[in-house]
Nanobody, 122 residues
Framework: QAQLVESGGGLVQTGDSLRLSCAAS????????SAWFRQAPGKEREFVGS????????YLGAPVRGRFTVSKDNTRNTAYLHMNNLKPDDTSVYYC???????????????WGQGTQVTVSS
């Protein structure tokens, strides 16, 4: 069964940077798009960003544009979320997802990771 495992979360301070990784197993990122979502306590899940199958095209959600970037290394079968200038409002559980048919904010994603906690202190 395909699996996505996120790593790299933790406790950081305002203004810090962090890189999250999403390692895929029994699933090839060459054939899948990747996306990152986040969900804070009491809030709805929010789209963060996504890449196409090649990893060359990316799209970021408005709240993180200019601070975050997404990437995907198909040779390592791993997707990444690079977060800069972190703010307390970025505190959330971050989830990785992979899909067959699309890569935008509203695309259907078929596989999801368990999530990794990112906490930004003020």
């Amino acid at each position: 069964q395909a699996q996505l495992v996120e790593s790299g979360g933790g406790l950081v301070q305002t203004g810090d940077s962090l890189r999250l990784s999403c390692a895929a197993s029994r699933l090839s990122f060459r054939d899948h798009t990747s996306a990152w979502f986040r969900q804070a306590p009491g809030k709805e899940r929010e789209f963060v960003g996504s890449t196409d199958w090649s990893g060359l095209s990316t799209y970021l959600g408005a709240p993180v544009r200019g601070r975050f970037t997404v990437s995907k290394d198909n040779t390592r079968n791993t997707a990444y979320l690079h977060m800069n200038n972190l703010k307390p409002d970025d505190t959330s559980v971050y989830y990785c997802a992979a899909g067959h048919t699309g890569w935008g904010e509203n695309a259907p994603y078929d596989y999801w990771g368990q999530g990794t906690q990112v906490t930004v202190s003020s």
